[in-house]
């Protein structure tokens, strides 16, 4: 079946624009992540979504980021006036009870700020 | 602060040689997975420990859960060229559909 997948693949924006990245998580997953990935580093947590629960938020850099998931499935990460710091590819997954609990990855979304 | 540590951060190895990577926990986990990340691309679920003490193989790679569940190692014997990329070793604290906490990661290079 499909996997996670995520648009565009590729994002160059001027500093100070917004941004909008989208995850299509796996049909029936429950949980989704969004994950920020610098070159070469580990993965930073963003936000995460389980269900009809409130989001757990507290890897958000600051306020310019925010997320919002949409009935129940895709969901949307917002970057406002980014910042060359903001520069990374961010990573999208998705888990299930019934998956096991493993995380499945989308391919991810290279931002670049200029 | 960090809640998974992973050490360590770097190894190159000589094809043929053994790897081994280590994370530990700041607090119990409900259980322990480890992912892959080849250069470029995306990281990829490898295997799940749940149980205290728990040991896994899969050919080459064998996986440890701690007794405590505080700690976990993957080895892997006799390296191969193919087994580069990253490790990275992620835990849940509490319910397994709770935030998952990744370590760092350990860059494995293989030199033929």
């Known amino acids: 079946g499909a996997g996670v997948s995520q648009s565009p693949s590729n994002k160059v924006t001027e500093k100070g624009k917004d941004v909008e990245l989208r995850c299509d998580p796996i049909s029936g997953h429950t949980a989704l992540y969004w994950y920020r990935q610098s070159l070469g580093q580990g993965l930073e947590f963003l936000i995460y979504f389980q269900g009809n629960s409130a989001p757990d938020k507290s890897g958000l850099p600051s306020d310019r980021f925010s997320a919002e998931r949409t009935g129940g499935s895709v969901s949307t990460l917002t970057i406002q006036r980014t910042q060359q710091e903001d520069s990374a590819v961010y990573l999208c997954?998705?888990?299930?009870?019934?998956?096991?609990?493993?995380?499945?990855f989308g391919p991810g979304t290279r931002l670049t700020v200029t | 602060g960090q809640q998974v540590m992973q050490i360590p951060q770097y190894q190159h190895v000589q094809e043929g040689e053994d790897f081994t990577t280590y994370c530990n926990s700041s607090?119990?986990?409900?259980?322990i997975q480890w992912y892959k990340q080849r250069p470029g691309g995306h990281p990829v679920f490898l295997i799940q420990?749940?149980?205290?003490?728990e040991v896994k193989k899969q050919k080459r790679l064998t996986f440890q859960f701690g007794e405590a569940k505080k700690n976990s190692s993957l080895h892997i014997t006799a390296t191969q060229t193919t087994d580069v990329g990253t490790y990275f070793c992620a835990g849940h604290r509490g319910s397994t559909l709770g935030r998952l906490y990744f370590g760092r990661g350990t860059q494995l290079t293989v030199w033929p």
């Open positions: 997954a998705s888990s299930s009870e019934a998956g096991g609990y493993e995380q499945y």
């Open positions: 420990l749940v149980k205290s003490g």
């Open positions: 607090t119990t986990l409900s259980n």
